[in-house]
């Protein structure tokens, strides 16, 4: 089992460039979530899916958007970077809502 | 609504000491809390969870957590640590549909 796995791993991106995080986990989990991870402000939801079909918002989604393409795989994307996006993103699942989250290893990314 | 709130964003100690890292949450239902680790470069990993069995919770490599829903708070403990504990730590909280995190608490083993 490979877990959650996310690509690529790292990314240097130019104001106004678009870009896809891709995510996809073996687990045959239902939920899955999209964070950015930035120092001292802990993990932010971006977006989050509790099955397949369905999308929500969390508490930061100004500027991405997602897409749960099946049950496995689920993508952020970045229409038009801004520096304020350079973070770590980090995808994750569970089984359902209420259950540990399993993350995969991250995706630095810079916008300059 | 529901919320974490980690108390200390770094706390250091020496090895063999005992390892104290707060929580404390808020939810509109009964909870659901956890904690995971982070080592650097690394996505988070589950150490323990609380989902209303047994109020002391053990984890992994020596982890411990007690649920005290008058205080509203769920901190970790280890008797002992040790170098290779040091990393930060993440405190959350489910609502059944997605969690809330903490801002982190980094921990610091001297040796």
């Known amino acids: 089992n490979a877990g959650v796995t996310q690509t690529p791993k790292f990314q240097v991106l130019k104001t106004g460039q678009s870009m896809t995080l891709q995510c996809a986990q073996d687990m045959n989990h239902n939920s899955m979530y999209w964070y950015r991870q930035d120092p001292g402000m802990g993990l932010r939801l971006i977006y989050y899916?509790?099955?397949?079909?369905?999308?929500d918002k969390g508490e930061v989604p100004n500027g991405y958007n997602v897409s749960r393409l099946n049950k496995r795989e689920f993508s952020l994307r970045l229409e038009s970077a801004a520096p304020s996006q350079t973070s770590v993103y980090f995808c994750?699942?569970?089984?359902?809502?209420?259950?540990?989250?399993?993350f995969g290893p991250g995706t630095r990314l810079t916008v300059l | 609504a529901q919320s974490v709130t980690q108390l200390g964003s770094h706390v250091s100690v020496s090895e063999g000491a005992l390892v104290l890292l707060r929580c404390n949450y808020s939810s509109s239902v009964p909870p659901y809390l956890f904690w995971y680790v982070q080592y650097p470069n690394q996505g988070l990993q589950l150490l323990l969870k609380y989902t209303s069995a047994a109020t002391l919770v053990k984890g992994i490599n020596g982890f411990e957590a007690e649920f005290k829903k008058s205080e509203t708070s769920f901190h970790l403990t280890k008797p002992s640590a040790h170098m290779s504990d040091a990393a930060e730590y993440f405190c959350?909280?489910?609502?059944?549909?997605?969690?809330?995190f903490g801002d982190g608490t980094t921990l610091t083993v001297k040796p």
């Open positions: 994750a699942s569970s089984a359902y809502g209420e259950d540990e989250q399993f």
């Open positions: 959350a909280v489910s609502d059944r549909s997605k969690s809330t």
């Open positions: 899916s509790a099955s397949e079909g369905t999308t």
